[in-house]
């Protein structure tokens, strides 16, 4: 049988369970939201017949899920019985903090009816703690921003290098055609002499080692460069402790042909060498 692992996300309403299925989503798990869990078994029996495309998965359930959720400890038994491998987290909060977020949020607890909120995370509290006593992981998020919840969980549940994390895309573009949409940094180039203006490399790009020598052939390249690796050498593993997973980088000439092709496939040369994930794209280039 195929390993397949899941991550049963639960615990009290306000604590942050939707705050946490985005962060298994950005680790590349395959998330639900609030499955019933009596379909816990056949869902398991689905994910199987994936041929190993579905084998990390992260399921929210709660209260939500009304007489359902009762359900779960015999779901589970049959997971357990069936070979497959999980583990619970719960997240929790203290009342005050609980009531804050449903007060700031305009939300009603799920279930204090007409009632006081209190009222209704008491019940929960009550109704949930079975299978708190079962938890792998037990998180108090009281004090806890959204940004450190999700560096908590990536770093418990995470099955890729800090380096891999992020991924960072460098693309080359012409200013006449406009920024990337996208861009975190957009870095401009034009200041460098341009292969456009000779006649044996007007029609090639710059991923024509003919164009490549020119443009780096220049002592202002070689200094831009310098710093521009300098830079990124300092700046990436900022966004990374930052817990930034997407990094677009644009590398911009007039026309992004030339210029701004040659820097980036520099850069990306760079990048890929210090062990980062990276991905290229020239989109004047054409």
Known sequence: MQLISFVIITGISGAGKSEAVKAFEDLGYFCIDNLPPVLLPKFAELCAQSEGRINRIALVVDIRGGDFFDSLFSSLELLEEAGYTYQILYLEAEDEVLIRRFKESRRRHPLSGEGRILDGIKAEKSRLEKIKGKASLIIDTSALTVRQLR???????????????????????????????????????????????????????GNYQAVADYVLKWPVTAKFLTKLFHFMEFLVPQYINEGKLQLVIGIGCTGGKHRSVTIANQLIKFLKAKGYKVLAEHRDIS
């Open 151 to 205: 560096e908590e969980i990536t770093a418990r549940f995470s099955q890729i290098k800090e380096s891999e994390k992020l991924i960072i895309t460098v693309v080359s573009f012409g200013f006449r055609n406009g920024i990337p949409l996208d861009a975190d940094l957009v870095f401009d180039v034009r200041f460098l002499p341009n292969p456009h203006y000779v006649d044996s490399l007007k029609e090639l790009d």
